[in-house]
């Protein structure tokens, strides 16, 4: 099987940024998605294809990869942005479709 | 405005069969490019895929649970439908079913994301 992995926390105070990563074998040649989940909330969509931020996520919220590595920006964190952050994407074939495990952000 | 949202029993007993129907709106499954897809989440744990079904019947499942999944899906109802078989307390979770988008390139799709998702239905999975 394969696997994306995540540190399972992260810590910030308000207004510093927050870098989230993901690692996985196959992100030099697979998308990397992630999701935001506020507690009791299904996921939503923060960033698709590496580094596109769709319409009504804040413009705060920013992504790249490179290698083997993706990772997730926070710049400036919110107090609102606390909630459990997952990465996704598949294996080089497509026939497994994974999510990370989870990175809690805290700001406080 | 896409929504789904899922519907299915709260309790089901070991090695019952457990059917959940994701009824959607805001775009067709008749229409190219679309699918549905089912996500679990147990209590405290990351999401785990697992199943998917295109425009046109194409189906995927999660290897490790292939044997237990079936999805449908019944465009004149705007539903899919996902079946899973020999339920264990381990599968206790809520399951989601989303949206899912594509960017396809000279007919190959070269990337794929679930948004948005349904709320969510808690299954608890006890005798």
Redesign the interface.
């Given at each position: 099987?394969y696997e994306l992995t995540q540190p399972p926390s992260v810590s910030v105070s308000p207004g510093q940024t927050a870098r989230i990563t993901c690692s996985g074998d196959a992100l030099p040649k697979k998308?990397v998605?992630w999701?935001q989940q506020k507690s009791g909330q299904?996921?939503?969509?923060v960033i698709?294809?590496d580094s596109k931020r769709?319409s009504g996520i804040p413009e705060r919220f920013s992504g790249s990869s490179s290698g083997t590595l993706a990772t997730l920006t926070i710049s400036g964190a919110q107090v609102e942005d606390e909630a459990d952050y997952?990465c996704?994407s598949t294996d080089t074939n497509g026939?497994?479709?994974?999510?990370?495990?989870?990175t809690k952000l805290t700001v406080l | 405005q896409i929504t789904l949202k899922e519907s299915g029993p709260t309790l089901v007993k070991p090695k019952q069969t457990l059917t959940l129907t994701c009824s959607f709106s805001g775009f067709s499954l008749n229409t190219t490019e679309v699918a549905v897809g089912w996500i679990r989440q147990s209590p405290g744990k990351?999401?785990?895929?697992l199943a998917?079904i295109y425009w046109d019947d194409d189906k995927?499942y999660?290897?490790?649970l292939k044997s237990r999944l079936t999805i449908t899906k019944d465009t004149s109802k705007n539903q899919v439908v996902l079946t899973m078989t020999n339920m264990d307390p381990v599968d206790t979770a809520t399951y989601?079913c989303a949206h899912k988008?594509f960017?396809i390139v000279r007919g190959v799709i070269i990337?794929g994301?679930?948004?948005?998702?349904?709320?969510?239905t808690l299954v608890t999975v006890s005798s």
């Open positions: 099987s998308y998605y999701y299904a996921p939503v969509l698709h294809e769709p997952y996704y026939n497994h479709k994974v999510f990370g495990g989870g | 990351a999401p785990e895929w998917l995927r999660s290897p490790s989601y988008n960017v990337s994301w679930f948004d948005p998702w349904g709320q969510g």
